[in-house]
Nanobody, 126 residues
Framework: QVQLVESGGGTVQAGGSLRLSCVASGRTFSDYSVGWFRQAPGKEREFVAAIKRYGGSTYYGDSVKGRFTISRDNAKRTVYLQMNGLKIEDTAVYYC???????????????????WGQGTQVTVSS
């Protein structure tokens, strides 16, 4: 069992930056791949970024490539999402999720993650 808690959301002007954190408790954090997803009102959940266990390969959704960076600090049991160049369309609730058994082809699919945080709101204003 893994518990995930997100933080770092807030309101920022377009072009600004935020850093989200996802802190894990429970089982050995380094055994888990972690992803970030987001959901805006009236829209489907969207893959944002993921970082694999054991080597830390990273993956990004097309809409955030070049602007967002995912990283992890296993000693702190934390995954970060650095968001730069924020756009109004980045407004959403951001969730982190974790799973032990993900393969590359599954890393962007939310249904494949077993554990989820409660989410943190990111609002980008004009």
């Amino acid at each position: 069992q893994v518990q995930l808690v997100e933080s770092g959301g807030g309101t920022v002007q377009a072009g600004g930056s935020l850093r989200l954190s996802c802190v894990a408790s429970g089982r050995t954090f380094s055994d888990y791949s972690v992803g970030w997803f987001r959901q805006a009102p009236g829209k489907e959940r969207e893959f944002v970024a993921a970082i694999k266990r054991y080597g830390g390969s990273t993956y990004y959704g097309d809409s955030v490539k070049g602007r967002f960076t995912i990283s992890r600090d296993n000693a702190k049991r934390t995954v970060y999402l650095q968001m730069n160049g924020l756009k109004i369309e980045d407004t959403a609730v951001y969730y982190c999720a974790a799973d032990r058994g993900l393969i590359t082809s599954s890393i962007a699919i939310g249904a494949h993650y077993d554990y989820w945080g409660q989410g943190t709101q990111v609002t980008v204003s004009s």
